[in-house]
């Protein structure tokens, strides 16, 4: 898990034909979403999680990185 508060951080597409998938799925779980500071981080309210808007080819990069914890 991510240092920074304890928070789980998932990397999710930013833009594309997934990026509102993604959060939808992220919604139909149960998962309260808000928009951060910027259009890069979303919390959620009701769990430690964080999403990460990122370029869908370095969504591996920043899971191997350690930067998030899924992608």
Do not use: H, W
């Amino acid at each position: 898990m991510s240092t920074v508060e304890g928070r789980l951080r998932i990397a999710v597409q930013k833009s594309g034909r997934l990026s509102e998938r993604s959060l939808d799925l992220v919604r139909d779980a149960g998962l309260r979403v808000v928009k951060g500071n910027n259009d890069l981080l979303y919390r959620v309210e009701n769990y430690p999680i964080d999403l990460l808007r990122v370029r869908d080819d370095d969504i591996p990069t920043f899971v191997a990185d350690g930067v998030c914890d899924l992608g």
